[in-house]
C-alpha cells in the first residue's frame, strides 16, 4: 500500500457525485426559499451555487466517508449527506479568507467580494463598491456556515448519532476560527518563526482538512476510542504536510493549476514554514530582502522570481520538501497498527498521497 490507486480515493464508492448530489439538491430548496423573499437575492444563490459545485477536491468528505467506512460504519446516502456539509464550512472558510487577504481570484475567477464589487460598479449603486464587496463577502460566508449547520442536521440520520458527531463537528470550526485569527495577527505583528507558523497552519488549515473529518466520521460509527487514537495520529502530521504543501504551491506553484496569481502568498505576506525556514537559513541580506519584500501587493513577476531563488537558495524549499516526506511518513505508520476496514484502509493510505502530492 504504498502507490495512489488509478481511481482516485475520492471517486470510489461514487463518493464525489454522491457528494454533488446532496449539496446541489440542498443548494436548490435554499435557492427558492431565497426567490420566495426577494428576486434580489438571486445573485447571492447563484454566486454560492458556483463556488460550491463549482470545484473543490472534495478532500474533506472523502477522508470523513472513508473514516467512517473504516471504523464498519455502513453506507448510505444520508451519511454522504451529512459529510457534504463539510463543504459548506470550507466554503465559508474559502470565501471568508480570500476577504482577509485581499485575494484577486479563487480557482481562476474572481473571488466573492471581487465579484460584488463589480456587480456594484456595473449598476452604478452609491456608496463604495469595495465596502459592498466586502460586506457581501462577509454575509454570503456566514451564509454557508449557517448551512453546514442545517444540512448535517436535515440529512435524515438519526438524532443520536449527529449527537456523537456535533462535537467534533463544533470543535473543528471554533479551531478554524481562532487559527485565522492567528494568521491575522501574525501578519500584523509581522512574527517569522517556525514555531508559530506550525501553529497557525494546525489550526487555520491543518486539523479541519484531515484530523476533524476523520474523527467526525469516526463519531458517526461510534468508533473505538483505538481507532480515534489512531484516525488523530494519522490526520495531525498530514494535515501538517497538506498545509506545507499548500505552502509551496502559493510561492512556486502553476497558476494554471492553482488558480491564483504566481506568487500570491509573497505578496499577501504569509508568514508560512517555508518562509520561516528562509528566514532562519538567510544571511542578513537575504532576511533584508525577504522581509522587506514580503506583503507587499505590488510585487512583480522580477521580484516573485528573486525571492523564489533566495527561498530555494537557502534550502528552505528543500527543507520543506524533506519534511512533507517525514509527515506523509508518520501518518501511514499510524495505520499500521490499528483494526480498519481493509478497503477504507488503502482509500486513507491513497488520499495521504494525493493530498500531499497534488499541483492544485
Not at 479551531?175 to 489550526?203: F, H, I, P
Not at 521580484?303 to 508518520?330: H, K, S, Y
Request: aromatic share 6%.
Amino acid at each position: 500500500m504504498t502507490h495512489a490507486a488509478p481511481v482516485s480515493p475520492v471517486d470510489r464508492a461514487g463518493l464525489r457525485q454522491r457528494v454533488d448530489k446532496a449539496l446541489t439538491e440542498f443548494l436548490a430548496g435554499r435557492r427558492n426559499w431565497m426567490a420566495g423573499i426577494d428576486d434580489a437575492l438571486t445573485p447571492v444563490a447563484e454566486t454560492i451555487e458556483g463556488f460550491v459545485l463549482g470545484g473543490g477536491k472534495r478532500l474533506r468528505p472523502a477522508f470523513a466517508y472513508w473514516g467512517f467506512r473504516g471504523a464498519g460504519g455502513v453506507d448510505a446516502d444520508q451519511v454522504v449527506t451529512a459529510l457534504a456539509a463539510l463543504e459548506f464550512f470550507q466554503a465559508s472558510a474559502l470565501i471568508h479568507d480570500d476577504l482577509m487577504d485581499r485575494s484577486d481570484t479563487r480557482r481562476g475567477e474572481p473571488a466573492v467580494h471581487r465579484r460584488f464589487a463589480t456587480r456594484h460598479r456595473a449598476h452604478g449603486w452609491s456608496g463604495d463598491p469595495d465596502a459592498f464587496g466586502d460586506a457581501a463577502a462577509i454575509l454570503l460566508g456566514d451564509l454557508c456556515l449557517v448551512w453546514s449547520d442545517e444540512l448535517l442536521h436535515s440529512a435524515g440520520l438519526d438524532p443520536h448519532t449527529v449527537a456523537r458527531a456535533r462535537p467534533v463537528f463544533d470543535e473543528m470550526r471554533g479551531e478554524v476560527t481562532v487559527g485565522q485569527y492567528l494568521d491575522v495577527l501574525t501578519q500584523a505583528t509581522g512574527e517569522v518563526s517556525l514555531d508559530r507558523a506550525g501553529k497557525v497552519a494546525r489550526y487555520k488549515s491543518a486539523k479541519y482538512t484531515v484530523e476533524r473529518p476523520l474523527l467526525l466520521g469516526a463519531a458517526l460509527a461510534d468508533a473505538s476510542a483505538d481507532v480515534r487514537t489512531a484516525y488523530s495520529a494519522y490526520g495531525l502530521p498530514l494535515g501538517e504536510a497538506f498545509q506545507l504543501r499548500d505552502d509551496v504551491l502559493g510561492v512556486f506553484g502553476d497558476p494554471a493549476q492553482t488558480g491564483k496569481p504566481a506568487g500570491d502568498d509573497l505578496r499577501e505576506g504569509k508568514r508560512t514554514y517555508l518562509v520561516a525556514a528562509a528566514v532562519q537559513a538567510a544571511d542578513e541580506a537575504g532576511r533584508e530582502l525577504l522581509l522587506g519584500r514580503l506583503g507587499d501587493p505590488e510585487l512583480d513577476e522580477d521580484g516573485v522570481t528573486r525571492l523564489r531563488g533566495l527561498i530555494t537558495g537557502t534550502g528552505a524549499l528543500a527543507r520543506t520538501e524533506q519534511r512533507i516526506v517525514t509527515l506523509t511518513d508518520t501518518a501511514l505508520a499510524a495505520l499500521a497498527g490499528v483494526d480498519l476496514d481493509t478497503e477504507a484502509r488503502q482509500a486513507l493510505v491513497d488520499l495521504a498521497i494525493a493530498a500531499t502530492r497534488r499541483a492544485d
